[in-house]
């Protein structure tokens, strides 16, 4: 199957924060069994929309298949940090290391 190439800001626009639309956005990844992410022009994205998009991934399938499947492109230094620490949040809640 081909995987998906996802434009996130023709998606949700530029400072997505929507906890619903990264959930449609998660199933169509996941039916498609990974996709392609840009996020080039968006400049901000909400802590719950990161968690339910990326978090939420790597909890149901773990970090190989994160990496495997999905490539993300055009992230900012400070989006990618809050991709990084929802997923670091949602990892340290299941192993109770908080």
């Not at 998906?4 to 800001?9: A, K, L, S, W």
């Not at 924060?17 to 996020?39: C, P, T, W, Y």
Request: glycine residues 6%.
């Amino acid at each position: 199957m081909n995987k998906p190439h996802i434009q996130i800001t023709e998606r949700v626009g530029r400072c997505p924060s929507s906890r619903e639309k990264a959930r449609i956005i998660r199933q169509e990844i996941e039916v498609s069994d990974g996709a392609e992410l840009n996020f080039e022009n968006v400049y901000s994205v909400s802590d719950s929309f990161a968690d339910e998009l990326f978090a939420v991934l790597v909890e149901k399938h773990g970090p190989d298949w994160f990496a495997d499947n999905l490539k993300v492109s055009g992230l900012e230094n400070h989006v990618r940090e809050v991709v990084l620490r929802t997923i670091a949040r949602r990892c340290e809640s299941l192993c109770g290391c908080e």
